[in-house]
């Protein structure tokens, strides 16, 4: 049988999504009322790819299989043959009958799509230049901890058409909200996902918009990781699409405010909005642990049976 992936927000259905937050959700509780669930990965292994560095990323995915009884390979192109030119295809096939399930970090697409293809147990996206789907998981818990289902509801994306915002737009057709994303011209996000979500997404090029009336609001980096160059012509390029409280009060009055971390404050995110009381960035951010041991018991038990 082939194993189940997680590289896109497609890959589960929404039920399947919302029944995972729900047990994000219900582990969180366990955990901060005492109690352990250290049996349910018992004598797993995760295997963690970076290609790109992280702190998230790697503390989340880490911490959660400890969590969850099992254990974690921190490997980096430093550690193993892929850094040598050994092919993905090969890698796949030899880590994948070692450990129960792989995370890769990385920056093509494509390569996570080839490692997958000849892997043997699940593989987890734990971000790609295309998408960004664990921290999605972590987003809608959030949401959901705080304002109940997103269904029908609005949420406004500003800033770079990226990873983050394509797998935003794959969300809102999977659970079924509106997502409005302002983005300069000329980073706007993938024709391939705008295509795909197109009855669920809307594109402007005025930021406030997007916000007018929304019910989350949500923005990242103007220069990502690998885009350093591109620093001073983004930052003239995104002027117009800093989240401040001005912003913030075009939105609904029960708004929430994301940032997937880190945050450059005063440049796309002013430090008031960032740490004002609509921000819900640090339980954004630990709540990465608690989405993806949800994901991460899905994916090795169903893999396993």
């Given at each position: 049988?082939?194993?189940?992936?997680?590289?896109?927000?497609?890959?589960?259905?929404?039920?399947?999504?919302?029944?995972?937050?729900?047990?994000?959700?219900?582990?969180?509780?366990?955990?901060?009322?005492?109690?352990?669930?250290?049996?349910?990965?018992?004598?797993?292994?995760?295997?963690?790819?970076?290609?790109?560095?992280?702190?998230?990323?790697?503390?989340?995915?880490?911490v959660?299989?400890?969590?969850?009884?099992?254990?974690?390979?921190?490997?980096?192109?430093?550690?193993?043959?892929?850094?040598?030119?050994?092919?993905?295809?090969?890698?796949?096939?030899?880590?994948?009958?070692?450990?129960?399930?792989?995370m890769?970090?990385?920056?093509?697409?494509?390569?996570?799509?080839?490692?997958?293809?000849?892997?043997?147990?699940?593989?987890?996206?734990?971000?790609?230049?295309?998408?960004?789907?664990?921290?999605?998981?972590?987003?809608?818990?959030?949401?959901?901890?705080?304002?109940?289902?997103?269904?029908?509801?609005?949420v406004?994306?500003?800033?770079?058409?990226?990873?983050?915002?394509?797998?935003?737009?794959?969300?809102a057709r999977?659970?079924?909200?509106?997502?409005?994303?302002?983005?300069?011209?000329?980073?706007?996000?993938?024709?391939?996902?705008?295509?795909?979500?197109?009855?669920?997404f809307?594109?402007?090029?005025?930021?406030?918009a997007?916000?007018?009336?929304?019910?989350?609001?949500?923005?990242?980096?103007?220069?990502?990781m690998?885009?350093?160059?591109?620093?001073?012509?983004?930052?003239?390029?995104?002027?117009?699409?800093?989240?401040?409280?001005?912003l913030?009060?075009?939105?609904?009055?029960d708004?929430?405010?994301m940032?997937?971390?880190?945050?450059?404050?005063?440049?796309?995110?002013?430090?008031?909005?960032?740490?004002?009381?609509?921000?819900?960035?640090?339980?954004?951010?630990?709540?990465?642990?608690?989405?993806?041991?949800?994901?991460?018991?899905?994916?090795?038990?169903?893999?396993?049976?």
């Amino acid at each position: 049988m082939n194993p189940r992936h997680y590289l896109s927000f497609l890959d589960l259905s929404g039920d399947e999504t919302r029944a995972l937050l729900q047990r994000a959700i219900e582990l969180k509780q366990q955990l901060k009322s005492g109690g352990h669930h250290d049996d349910l990965l018992r004598g797993k292994t995760l295997g963690m790819i970076f290609e790109k560095s992280s702190t998230r990323t790697r503390v989340s995915f880490e911490v959660g299989m400890q969590q969850l009884g099992g254990n974690a390979l921190f490997l980096s192109p430093r550690d193993t043959q892929l850094g040598r030119g050994e092919p993905i295809e090969d890698t796949a096939r030899v880590l994948s009958r070692m450990v129960d399930c792989v995370m890769i970090r990385t920056y093509e697409h494509e390569k996570i799509e080839l490692f997958a293809k000849h892997s043997s147990v699940p593989v987890i996206n734990g971000l790609t230049d295309l998408e960004h789907p664990a921290q999605l998981l972590a987003d809608l818990q959030t949401y959901v901890e705080h304002r109940g289902d997103i269904r029908g509801k609005r949420v406004a994306w500003i800033g770079d058409g990226n990873n983050m915002c394509h797998s935003y737009m794959y969300a809102a057709r999977q659970l079924d909200f509106q997502l409005v994303a302002a983005c300069p011209e000329g980073y706007d996000p993938e024709p391939s996902v705008v295509e795909t979500t197109q009855e669920h997404f809307e594109l402007t090029r005025d930021a406030r918009a997007a916000a007018e009336g929304a019910d989350l609001v949500v923005t990242d980096v103007w220069a990502s990781m690998g885009q350093e160059q591109e620093k001073s012509a983004r930052r003239r390029a995104f002027s117009g699409f800093f989240v401040d409280a001005d912003l913030m009060r075009l939105a609904n009055d029960d708004a929430l405010f994301m940032h997937c971390l880190p945050a450059h404050r005063e440049e796309e995110v002013s430090t008031d909005v960032l740490e004002g009381p609509q921000s819900v960035v640090w339980d954004e951010a630990e709540n990465r642990l608690h989405a993806q041991k949800a994901l991460l018991e899905f994916l090795i038990t169903l893999n396993a049976s």
